[in-house]
């Protein structure tokens, strides 16, 4: 069993701290949503690509990922259910977007992504 060794707890900074948590719980709740969505491979990749070109069809992103259009559409109905994208439909063709309240987290992580990539071409 592990037990915590400290001498001395201080318990204004726990307050402290706990107050942080709880004040921030929506953000966190948002954030982690996100992210949790964000963390599958294709998904990122498919963020990505919104986040470049504005806004895309399934059949876009299917020729583009090398993937059928049934597989992209599951992935853009998990995103869509999570609130990250959305759909605009013209005629017949249903076009995604990035929801514009998450941009800022996810050009954050665009940008990483666009570092790792320069890093990776000077090896």
């Known amino acids: 069993m592990n037990t915590c060794i400290r001498l001395y707890a201080d318990p204004v900074q726990i307050k402290v701290c ?3 948590i709880e004040n921030t719980a929506n953000a966190f709740s948002a954030m982690s949503a ?8 294709v998904r990122l ?3 990505y ?12 992103l299917s020729d583009i990922l090398g993937m059928s ?19 605009r439909k013209d005629g017949q063709t249903i076009f995604y977007s990035l929801q514009p309240e998450h941009l800022k987290m996810l050009r954050s992580l665009f940008k990483y992504i ?10």
């Open 18 to 20: 706990k107050e942080k």
């Open 34 to 41: 996100v992210l949790s969505l964000a963390g599958n491979e």
């Open 45 to 47: 990749k498919i963020m």
């Open 49 to 60: 690509l919104l986040e470049e070109e504005k806004e895309l069809c399934p059949c876009d």
């Open 69 to 87: 259009i049934p597989a992209i559409s599951q992935h853009l109905r998990k995103m869509k259910d999570g609130g990250i994208i959305q759909a």
């Open 114 to 123: 666009n570092e790792l990539n320069r890093k990776f071409e000077l090896v």
